[in-house]
């Protein structure tokens, strides 16, 4: 789990360091930064039960094309593949924040990214630690009741996967744009 630490913490750096190459011009034109969307978000209606099934469609498949692509030979260089995007992602975002709107660019990270992300990153965690633990068990014992107990295994983590990723999907859908409009609101 050191590692992974360590690469995250080496690719937001990365991120850092790009951010601040690219400049400011790109940082106030960027997305969701910028203060146009920003001031739309503050007063838009937006309904948990609409948001819901759009990001149903969007975070399920990307999250279960990493779940299958992380079973194979190469499953961990995939999860930290993923990890090193996440990092990178998050310390870019962090620079244009701050630039945006200065030490309150930290709360704006905040708003973007919590409580969903409490339950996106324990599913990511216990994944890669399951599919450690979990790896040489099919080489392990090919054949008997052994084998069912590691197909059993692998479908507990299942579970657990797929709770994690519709509790986050429940949170950023419901919670996370009451926290974000507020947020904004404390910024405006």
């Given at each position: 789990?050191?590692?992974?630490?360590?690469?995250?913490?080496?690719?937001?750096?990365?991120?850092?360091?790009?951010?601040?190459?690219?400049?400011?011009?790109?940082?106030?034109?960027?997305?969701?930064?910028?203060?146009?969307?920003?001031?739309?978000?503050?007063?838009?209606?937006?309904?948990?039960?609409?948001?819901?099934?759009?990001?149903?469609?969007?975070?399920?498949?990307?999250?279960?094309?990493?779940?299958?692509?992380?079973?194979?030979?190469?499953?961990?260089?995939?999860?930290?593949?993923?990890?090193?995007?996440?990092?990178?992602?998050?310390?870019?975002?962090?620079?244009?924040?701050?630039?945006?709107?200065?030490?309150?660019?930290?709360?704006?990270?905040?708003?973007?990214?919590?409580?969903?992300?409490?339950?996106?990153?324990?599913?990511?965690?216990?994944?890669?630690?399951?599919?450690?633990?979990?790896?040489?068990?099919?080489?392990?014992?090919?054949?008997?009741?052994?084998?069912?107990?590691?197909?059993?295994?692998?479908?507990?983590?299942?579970?657990?996967?797929?709770?994690?990723?519709?509790?986050?999907?429940?949170?950023?859908?419901?919670?996370?744009p009451f926290f974000l409009q507020k947020?904004?609101?404390?910024?405006?």
């Amino acid at each position: 789990m050191k590692k992974n630490t360590f690469l995250f913490f080496l690719v937001f750096l990365s991120g850092v360091i790009s951010a601040n190459v690219l400049g400011v011009v790109l940082g106030r034109e960027l997305g969701a930064m910028n203060e146009y969307f920003m001031n739309r978000y503050m007063y838009a209606d937006i309904q948990g039960r609409e948001l819901f099934p759009f990001l149903f469609y969007k975070r399920v498949p990307e999250m279960v094309l990493l779940l299958f692509l992380s079973i194979g030979i190469y499953g961990t260089f995939v999860i930290d593949g993923y990890i090193a995007y996440l990092g990178f992602s998050l310390g870019f975002l962090s620079v244009i924040a701050i630039m945006n709107y200065g030490i309150r660019g930290v709360l704006l990270m905040a708003g973007l990214f919590l409580p969903q992300w409490l339950f996106y990153v324990p599913m990511l965690i216990l994944w890669r630690i399951r599919l450690r633990k979990y790896k040489g068990m099919e080489k392990e014992y090919p054949f008997g009741e052994k084998r069912r107990r590691g197909g059993m295994k692998w479908a507990v983590v299942l579970a657990e996967a797929a709770v994690l990723v519709l509790l986050g999907l429940f949170m950023e859908s419901y919670v996370n744009p009451f926290f974000l409009q507020k947020i904004i609101r404390m910024l405006g």
